[in-house]
């Protein structure tokens, strides 16, 4: 206990200790951009599911006796709605992500991401390093001739397998898209396999929601993951794949053959959200029209913006942004600071997340508090 209590007080120094705090004052830092997640869509969803015997639990593993006709329709009609041959249903992103580079990639092939892709991505290719099955390449963000000089550099030295490419369509923490027609172009040359995740595109992005890869899906180079936990409003985490690796997943993804199925009732709401997402063209104007409203009062403040409903603001010291967020928190805006590890050293920030679920007026009230916290740096000082 001693050392960890050590290693805490450390974090604490440093500006870093992270502790669990619930929600407070105007939505500015979840990710439920179309407002869905306590929506009477959905609330109704679930109760008429509860209402025709769908169990809360699954009881066991899919492979055991978990496997519920809920899953399997949800796989069923997520496939259809994305465009791919088959759907996987994972209990959330994390895992399947995880899951995702830790099986697929064969012995001798290489993975080349982009260096600020998610921990998930990181995680699941320790495994797969620590096991001496493949070979891990970051590249710098949103380089994608980088990414071809890598596989190239590869193939030089000899490598025999199959090239993956990873990357987020939509970077969670930096609010920009990825370089996606430059990827397709060198995974055409080097016969090489996309892996995207769309977690903060789907539903937002895309004809009716189906994010920002949604011409490729179906080819049978292509792997995408959506979450159900963001614009989806709900939970888990849907990966679209070709048939035959889903069957590969099925028999060799640990984090999916070990662990309990995600609830029934879970999937059932999921089937509901895929609907009510793709009908939500309104909602996703109104997102729209915010993203752009954003855009011209950061600028007005001095400060560059994103193109997405992902805006942050670049405060460099761990302090800095942990000052301004306690001072936005402080006048009603539950706005987070972002630190290291989970962005690079020296670019703590402010991750402004916007939603459908406050007012106009709450979000203009929150664009003049920043400015205002931001002329007075003496109050953010390291």
């Known amino acids: 206990m001693a050392a960890h209590e050590a290693a805490l007080a450390a974090l604490g120094r440093r500006g870093r200790l992270r502790t669990l705090a619930p929600a407070r004052g105007a939505d500015f830092a979840s990710n439920d951009y179309l407002g869905l997640a306590g ?15 769908v169990p809360l639990g699954a009881g066991g593993s899919r492979l055991l006796r978990g496997n519920h006709a809920e ?12 465009g791919a041959e088959a759907a996987l249903f994972f209990a959330g992103g994390f895992a399947a992500n995880a899951a995702l ?15 600020l892709i998610h921990a998930s991505i990181h995680d699941g290719l320790a495994g797969a390093a620590s096991a001496e099955r493949v070979e891990a390449v970051a590249t710098p963000h949103a380089d994608a001739t980088a990414m071809d000089d890598a596989i190239s550099r590869w ?4 490598g025999r397998g199959r090239p993956w490419i990873a990357a987020e369509t939509l970077y ?12 397709v172009a060198v995974a055409g040359r080097h016969d090489a396999m996309l892996l995207l995740d769309e977690a903060h595109a789907t539903g937002v992005y895309g004809l009716a929601g189906r994010g920002l890869a949604a011409h490729l899906e179906g080819r049978d180079n292509v792997v995408t993951l959506h979450t159900c936990g963001k614009a989806l409003g709900a939970m888990g985490a849907l990966v679209c794949l070709p048939q035959g690796l889903k069957d590969y997943m099925v028999n060799r993804a640990r984090p999916f053959i070990y662990a309990t199925a995600p609830s029934p009732l879970l999937a059932a709401t999921v089937r509901a959200a895929l609907p009510i997402a793709a009908a939500a063209q309104e909602r996703r104007a109104r997102l729209m029209a915010r993203i752009g409203r954003a855009r011209q009062r950061l600028a007005a403040i001095g400060l560059p913006a994103t193109p997405s409903q992902i805006q942050k603001v670049m405060l460099g010291a761990d302090r800095r942004a942990t000052a301004a967020a306690a001072a936005l928190q402080a006048r009603g805006f539950d706005v987070r600071a972002i630190r290291p590890p989970t ?6 920030r402010l991750r402004l997340a916007l939603t459908l679920n406050v007012a106009d007026a709450t979000f203009d009230a929150l664009m003049d508090a920043l400015g205002d916290i931001l002329a007075q740096p003496d109050r953010l000082a390291p």
């Open 172 to 183: 969670s923490m930096d609010g920009d898209f990825a370089p996606l027609d430059d990827l």
């Open 343 to 348: 962005v690079p050293e020296g670019t703590a």
């Open 155 to 158: 193939r030089a030295a000899g």
């Open 101 to 115: 580079v830790a099986t697929l990639p064969r012995r001798g092939d290489l993975v080349v991401h982009d260096a």
């Open 39 to 53: 929506s009477q869509e959905l609330r109704q969803a679930a109760m008429a599911a509860l209402a025709r015997g």
């Open 71 to 82: 899953h399997e329709a949800l796989e069923a009609e997520a496939a259809a709605f994305f």
